[in-house]
């Protein structure tokens, strides 16, 4: 791998990583969205769907080869089991295919952001040189995504959270931490950590 930066985003559901990789795309830093891509191979890649169909059924899939993200939802986000079986399956994947994703961007740019909501969960976070984690409060999260989707049920969304880990792991285990939930102002701290990733300070 080449040299330059490799900084991860995490965060629970709806704590607001994807705002910031916003952010971060907006000053031109190229971003890897791990959850995107994880369903796009879920869709292109032959093995992997016969693999998904033969763990959930073939109803994983419309019939127009799509992924049915309503039916795999009610069948992995209910079950702890079936999400460890998921995400077995989609993670290696997920993994490779971003460190080939990596190695190119990092011959162009100074720095590089990988954003997952499972990244401790699935210790991708050990090829990443800076872990951000987004943190905010729970009721703000489930309000927040009710919002965002309104086809979720606030069961739905705790169920989700109840299979990743704790702000308080996530906010241990990370290099940096931001506060996304007003308590501090969130764009002065992204630009200086622009500033000190795209200097390759560490
Ligand atoms: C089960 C799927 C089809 C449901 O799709 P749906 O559009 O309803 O949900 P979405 O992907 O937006 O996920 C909602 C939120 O749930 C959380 N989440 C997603 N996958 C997982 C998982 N495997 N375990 C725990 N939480 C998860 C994330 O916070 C995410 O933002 C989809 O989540 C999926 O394909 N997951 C497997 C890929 C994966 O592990 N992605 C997340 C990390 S890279
Ligand atoms: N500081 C904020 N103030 C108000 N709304 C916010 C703030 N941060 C994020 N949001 C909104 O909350 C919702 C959740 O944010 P976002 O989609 O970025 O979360 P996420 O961490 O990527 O969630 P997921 O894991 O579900 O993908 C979005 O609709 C977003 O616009």
């Known amino acids: 791998m080449s040299k330059g930066v490799q900084v991860g985003i995490t965060g629970g559901i709806g704590a607001g990583k ?4 916003k952010f971060f795309r907006l000053l031109g830093v190229p971003v890897y969205d791990a959850d995107s891509m994880a ?44 999400v460890k079986v998921l995400n077995s399956l989609v993670h290696p994947l997920v993994g490779l295919h971003y460190q080939e994703w990596a190695a190119y961007y990092l011959k162009h740019f100074p ?26 409060n729970e009721e ?20 989700i959270i109840a299979k990743q880990i704790s702000d308080k792991e996530r906010a241990a285990k990370a290099d940096i931490i931001i506060h996304n939930d007003n308590s501090e102002l969130v764009i ?4 200086a950590l622009h500033e000190q990733f795209s200097n390759g300070n560490l």
Not at 44 to 68: E, H, I, Q, R, W
């Open 140 to 159: 703000e999260r489930i309000r927040r995504v009710l919002k965002r989707d309104p086809q979720r049920s606030e069961e739905q969304i705790k169920g």
């Open 18 to 21: 994807s705002l910031i990789c």
């Open 111 to 136: 720095y590089v952001v990988k954003e997952a909501a499972l990244m401790f969960e699935s210790n991708s976070h050990k090829s990443l040189d800076q872990v951000i984690a987004v943190v905010c």
């Open 39 to 82: 369903k796009e191979l879920m869709v292109k890649d032959p093995n992997l769907v016969g693999k998904v169909k033969s763990a959930f059924g073939d109803d994983s899939y419309y019939p127009d080869g799509t992924l049915n993200r309503q039916y795999l939802a009610g069948q992995v986000f209910s079950d702890s089991e079936k």
């Open 188 to 191: 002065p701290k992204l630009l």
